[in-house]
């Protein structure tokens, strides 16, 4: 795993209060859906690939296998719906990256309140990035954004097992910070990602933007239409 410390002054902090009764040291930030509008085209990506064998797909079949899922989750369910096109997942990967990454350069995809958010955050409490992603695009995207120095550390879909719900992957990023679980505040846009936070015995705090995919946020402890005001 690629851990990325920080190697200059972070900016300077709004002040943020403390939750009632909650001792805080980490914040935790989904990357596609929280800080890029990518899962759209993750979305749209996926489908312009697959429907090259299956036309008949439709957008609610294949928002369920790609939105809040790990690229490894996504890999095992395309083979199972598509056994034609069961390739290795890197090799699959070589086919759909180009797709995204020609409709990534046509949009910009910062979610600019979250990103700000973050760089606030970060220059009091330890951020990391938990993304199903795999690492290349983390680090495309983390250049993007250009918050490397706001980072403590990144995981990445090579990093853990089983993808969001399970809580593997926000367990990891607690053991990798040091701090206890039940100290973390994550940011989450998917009804998977929420899941997997609350199972892992964390604070998590639900973006459900106007025009995304509608998602089931009632497990999350607070649910905003963006991280723009959002203080704890």
Same mark, same amino acid.
């Given at each position: 795993?690629?851990?990325?410390?920080?190697?200059?002054?972070?900016?300077?902090?709004?002040?943020?209060?403390?939750?009632?009764?909650?001792?805080?040291?980490?914040?935790? =930030?989904?990357?596609? $859906?929280?800080?890029?509008?990518?899962?759209?085209?993750? &979305?749209?990506?996926?489908?312009?690939?697959?429907?090259?064998?299956? !036309?008949?797909? +439709?957008?609610?079949?294949? @928002?369920?296998?790609?939105?809040?899922r790990s690229w490894s989750d996504v890999y095992r369910s395309i083979c199972e719906r598509l056994p034609e096109l069961?390739?290795?997942?890197?090799?699959?990967?070589?086919?759909?990256? !180009?797709? =995204?990454?020609?409709?990534?350069?046509?949009?910009?995809?910062?979610?600019? !309140?979250?990103?700000?958010?973050?760089?606030?955050?970060?220059?009091?409490? !330890? &951020?990391?990035?938990?993304? $199903?992603?795999?690492?290349?695009?983390?680090?495309?995207?983390? /250049?993007?954004?250009?918050?490397? /120095?706001?980072?403590?550390?990144?995981?990445?879909?090579?990093?853990?097992?089983?993808?969001?719900?399970?809580?593997?992957?926000?367990?990891?990023?607690?053991?990798?910070?040091?701090?206890?679980?039940?100290?973390?505040?994550? =940011?989450?846009?998917?009804?998977?990602?929420?899941?997997?936070?609350?199972?892992? $015995?964390?604070?998590?705090?639900?973006?459900?933007?106007? $025009?995304?995919?509608? @998602? /089931?946020?009632?497990?999350?402890?607070? +649910?905003?239409?963006?991280?723009?005001?959002?203080?704890?």
């Amino acid at each position: 795993m690629r851990i990325r410390l920080a190697t200059s002054p972070l900016p300077r902090a709004r002040s943020f209060p403390t939750l009632p009764g909650m001792k805080v040291s980490a914040y935790i =930030f989904d990357l596609d $859906g929280t800080l890029l509008d990518t899962e759209k085209l993750w &979305v749209e990506s996926t489908a312009l690939y697959m429907r090259e064998h299956a !036309p008949e797909l +439709t957008d609610d079949e294949v @928002q369920e296998i790609v939105y809040g899922r790990s690229w490894s989750d996504v890999y095992r369910s395309i083979c199972e719906r598509l056994p034609e096109l069961a390739l290795s997942i890197d090799e699959m990967a070589a086919l759909l990256n !180009p797709i =995204f990454a020609r409709l990534r350069e046509e949009r910009d995809v910062r979610i600019e !309140p979250s990103i700000a958010l973050l760089r606030d955050l970060a220059a009091t409490h !330890p &951020v990391c990035i938990v993304s $199903g992603s795999p690492r290349a695009e983390i680090e495309y995207a983390i /250049d993007l954004m250009d918050i490397r /120095d706001c980072l403590r550390l990144f995981l990445g879909a090579e990093d853990y097992g089983p993808g969001k719900p399970d809580p593997s992957c926000f367990l990891l990023a607690a053991e990798k910070l040091g701090v206890p679980p039940n100290e973390c505040i994550v =940011f989450e846009d998917s009804t998977a990602g929420i899941r997997a936070a609350k199972a892992a $015995g964390m604070y998590c705090i639900a973006l459900a933007r106007d $025009g995304a995919p509608a @998602q /089931d946020t009632s497990a999350a402890d607070e +649910t905003h239409p963006s991280l723009e005001h959002f203080s704890p």
